[in-house]
């Protein structure tokens, strides 16, 4: 009998240990269910919630605040509890039906301004520019030794310039100078082009450069490098467009800025343009693009240095003369002499050989010619 009993008992053990592990087993499924259940119900509300929309803070009136819808009308507003302190042309999030303002948006993502310049630091040397040392030593001058010894301004008694101008044909180096200069002084540079300023809605260009001089001023010493001016600085007509008038809106803000009430402080402008010849007056007078340097097609000595920078890390065949194939190049440009050597290497690479013979870089003034023909016949005709 106690055999018996004893096996009976483990039996019973062992169904009611099976019904409590399926129990801890279906408690657990459950649970996840549950969780499941419940975040696809907050993700469902999410979907449900109605968007909030920005606008902006034109003044503050107690708890109040006058607002400016996208359509361009104003309303008197209650701010949330929650809102952070805002004040006047504050980007904000408001709810739809009672316009009640519920955050603020970070100034840096304001107009997203990220997505219209570029933010770098450069690493390009003086030494990497050849065949610039006139224009070089002027860039030292009013950008360089500003940033670098302000306090020698300071002893003689004058305000260094805010900002310069670059003209020349393309491919001269324009660019490559302002590069140059961010990197001497350990300087952010933040570079825009004249046409990405040019927005579509009333308004939105002038606050976009607002935004850039500030991310400009945060990130001091920086360098404000406008590519593309006449884009946006040409000669403005009493008699336009809608458009043009906003052209002009973004132009003047432009010109607040650099000439404004609020200084620049260790903030350099840099101009770059191809048509110096239609570029409005206002923005070329002295106090604001102060000293304008022309930037020229190369000459025979200058290309030689320029040859020398960009072959001075290829592997090249004794046949190889540059004086013999900078007589070749006359009237091209510095990026155009660079193209030839990429080129020349590319035919080198063709042949399965390691070495760049004078052959190559005939073949590529050649073709960078040829190129250069092409896009002049293209743009008469096409």
Known sequence: MA??????KNIIDS???SYSTAANIHEEENRILRETVSRLREEVERFKATPL???EV??????????????GNQFLVNISNECEKLRSGDLILVEQKNLTIIKKVPIARRFNVEKFVIVEKPKVSWEEIGGLNHQVREIKEVVELPLKNPELFKKIGISPPKGILLYGEPGTGKTLLAKAVAASTNSTFIEVVGSELVQKFIGEGAKLVKEIFELARRKSPSVVFIDELDALAAKRMEVGTSGEREVNRTFMQLLAEIDGFKPLDNVKIIGATNRKDILDPAIIRPGRLDRLIEIPIPTKEARIEIFKIHTKSMSLD???DIAHINGETEGLSGAEIRAICTEAGYFAIRDNRTQVTKSDFLKGIERVRQEEKDSDYKGIFG
């Open 53 to 55: 929309m920005v606008c």
């Open 58 to 71: 034109r003044d503050l009136i107690g708890k109040n605040a006058i607002i400016k819808i996208p359509n």
């Open 3 to 8: 055999i018996q009993e004893e096996k009976t």
């Open 318 to 320: 004794k046949s190889v």
């Open 15 to 17: 169904v009611m240990y």
